[in-house]
């Protein structure tokens, strides 16, 4: 099945900088990725996913970038803001019906 | 359009008991897929269900159920619950797994 790595497990950044996270993963007949942010006490929420015909898709300050010969996916967020502070979670979705998360990668910015 | 909602929200129960959990999902989805959440673990696939099948299930003992009904609501079971089983269990849905999961809010599962 697939597996999915994830790392850093915790990134701080100063506000203004830039942060990236970045995963792997196993199954190369995967071919949706996701990312899901959770705010502490909440729901994880979607904020940009990519398909595998797909390199790279941009939405405001939220960048994601997929080489699928490598097998890895990074999520690139641009002038964070403390609002940004969140877990931070990376999925592959291939052909077993299951999506497979990342361990999670905790994000603070610092003000 | 209403979200994914669970019930209950917050459950305490001991050791040897059973518990069902329930998630319905957004209207028109289908897809109806569970998860573990625990402190460091992230999120762990329990199994997917879609049009009353299941076509995956994780890495769980068989203590942990679920089944799936015509109107897409689903239900989770555990059976002879240990203290491991603490956790926020979250139920997502989706049109299909290649579509947006939308996440319920979680039903907290305290063992004693």
């Known amino acids: 099945g697939e597996n999915v790595e994830q790392h850093p497990s915790t990134l701080s950044v100063q506000e203004g900088d830039s942060a990236v996270i970045k995963c792997t993963y196993s199954?190369?007949?995967?071919?949706?990725f996701p990312w899901y942010k959770q705010e502490l006490g909440k729901r994880p929420q979607l904020i940009i996913d990519i398909r595998s015909n797909v390199g790279e898709k941009k939405d405001q300050r939220i960048a994601v970038t997929l080489n699928k010969t490598a097998k890895h996916f990074s999520l690139h967020i641009t002038e964070t803001q403390p609002e940004d502070s969140a877990v931070y979670f990376c999925?592959?979705?291939?052909?077993?019906?299951?999506?497979?998360f990342g361990a999670g990668t905790t994000v603070t910015v610092r003000a | 359009k209403a979200g994914v909602t669970q019930t209950p929200r917050y459950l305490i129960k001991t050791r040897g008991q059973q518990v069902t959990l329930s998630c319905s999902p957004i209207s028109g989805h289908r897809s109806v897929s569970w998860y573990q959440q625990t402190p460091g673990q992230g999120l762990q696939f329990l199994f997917e269900y879609f049009s009353e099948t299941q076509r995956n299930k994780g890495n769980f003992p068989g203590r942990f159920s679920g089944r799936q009904f015509s109107n897409s609501r689903s239900e989770m079971n555990v059976s002879t619950l240990e203290l491991g089983d603490s956790a926020l269990y979250l139920c997502?849905?989706?049109?299909?797994?290649?579509?947006?999961?939308?996440f319920g809010p979680g039903t907290r599962l305290t063992v004693l």
């Open positions: 999925a592959a979705s291939g052909s077993d019906y299951k999506l497979s």
């Open positions: 199954d190369s007949a995967s071919n949706y």
């Open positions: 997502a849905s989706s049109l299909s797994l290649e579509n947006e999961q939308f």
